[in-house]
């Protein structure tokens, strides 16, 4: 068994595009706990434009 690191930011993009309506309380959760891990300002910024629209979706989805 091979112990990999999780990079956060690709972890978070991939959420981003894998979200559904079910899935996306936990998966605001789970891009949270990855941002929280981000290490440098840099990377918290990259994350951004995932978290805005992981954000949207959560709003949006609860609208239903």
Do not use: N, W
């Amino acid at each position: 068994m091979t112990s990999s690191k999780v990079d956060p930011l690709a972890e978070i993009r991939r959420i981003y595009f894998a979200t559904k309506p079910a899935t996306i309380l936990k998966d605001f959760d789970r891009a949270i706990d990855l941002l929280k891990s981000i290490a440098t300002e840099a990377e918290r910024e990259r994350a951004t434009v995932y978290m805005e629209g992981l954000a949207e979706m959560r709003k949006e989805f609860g609208r239903k």
